[in-house]
């Protein structure tokens, strides 16, 4: 068996009829699953790194895929992560990571099914109030903090209008984050992208930069953006030039935001209603990250004055 993170999925390590490791897979939920075995075997058609899908039962409620070893990106970078220092391997799997995620993005939603996403095809205003809600319910009223509901519904207003300016053709990882990605000699390969969506490129940068425990300073993620935009621009047109680039830069601080209040939302749920520790733990530096946005970026504190004032108000919890 293969140690489960936030997932109700079962994996586990076996051998094939040949000696050949494999990892099986039991999903709990048959969209779920043809989503990620569509995804994988249109992803590995176009020469993207990730999983080959060997086996799917009758029913689709399992499946094998190759094995990819042990190694994760996240204990790839540990010594970055503990000391917030990265050494010079670290940033470059980091910036390998990111250069080879445009290529998921953008080469990846060529001739996609859609329809095959789940639980949506799109990243759409009804799917970025479940993200803003799950923040709400799951984490808010978990901390039995007194908030105004009418308040953070306004800010929430503006912050989906925001996100919705953004052009959103691109495949959307959804959860590109450090556990997520294996090192394969050398080279990243991604996983659990069975949730991914047609969306904004924004979105999964945000997530993987300003994942809670990666630790990754600031200065780092300005260089390793710089180095995203630049493979973006060499394979999507809209981004090769400086004003695209900067377009994209200055919309980025609001998929910070978003991103950071859904992760709450989940280590909520997780942690407070599902009492997995590990999730609990992960809270401190989602807020240290949601305080260090609001310091960054000025505009923000006015832009969502209230959610603004709810961070302060919440820094009792680090």
């Known amino acids: 068996m293969i140690k489960q993170q936030g997932s109700n999925r079962i994996y586990s390590r076996e051998k094939d009829t040949n000696g050949r490791s494999i ?36 029913d689709e409620m399992s499946y094998t895929q190759e094995d990819l070893g042990d190694t994760l990106l996240f204990d790839a970078i540990q010594h970055g992560r503990e000391t917030g220092c990265f050494l010079p391997e670290e940033r470059a799997l980091l910036e390998k990571t990111l250069r080879a995620l445009a290529h998921i993005q953008i ?30 319910y799951c984490f808010l009223k978990g901390t039995n903090i007194e908030f105004s509901e009418p308040k953070l519904e306004d800010d929430f207003d503006n912050l989906v209008k925001s996100i919705l300016l953004q052009p959103a053709e691109a495949f959307l990882y959804r959860d590109c984050q450090s556990r997520n990605v294996m090192i394969v000699d050398g080279e990243p390969y991604f996983i659990d992208f069975q949730g991914g969506r047609k969306g904004p490129t924004q979105y999964d940068v945000a997530s993987f930069l300003w994942q809670a425990k990666a630790n990754i300073p600031q200065t780092l993620r300005e260089q390793l953006i710089d180095a995203y935009l630049d493979e973006l621009g060499k394979i999507a047109p809209d981004f090769a030039s400086a004003k695209g680039k900067e377009e994209w830069k200055k919309a980025l601080p609001h998929f910070v935001l978003l991103r950071t209040l859904q992760v709450l939302g989940a280590y909520g749920y997780r942690g ?24 960054t970026h000025n505009e923000l504190q006015t ?9 302060n108000d919440l820094l009792f919890l680090l």
């Open 272 to 295: 407070y209603f599902e009492r997995k520790e590990h999730f609990l733990q992960s809270i401190p530096n989602a807020l240290r990250n949601l305080k260090e946005l609001f310091a």
């Open 23 to 58: 990892i099986r897979v039991e999903g709990t939920n048959r969209d779920e699953n043809r989503a990620f075995i569509y995804l994988a075997r249109h992803f590995r058609e176009k020469g993207l790194p990730v999983p080959k899908v060997l086996w799917v039962s009758d």
């Open 303 to 311: 832009q969502y004055p209230y959610i603004y004032a709810l961070s």
């Open 107 to 136: 080469e990846g939603a060529q001739d996609l099914d859609w329809n095959i996403c789940f639980p949506v095809p799109v990243m759409d205003e009804r799917a970025i109030r479940w993200d803003l809600n799950y923040f709400k």
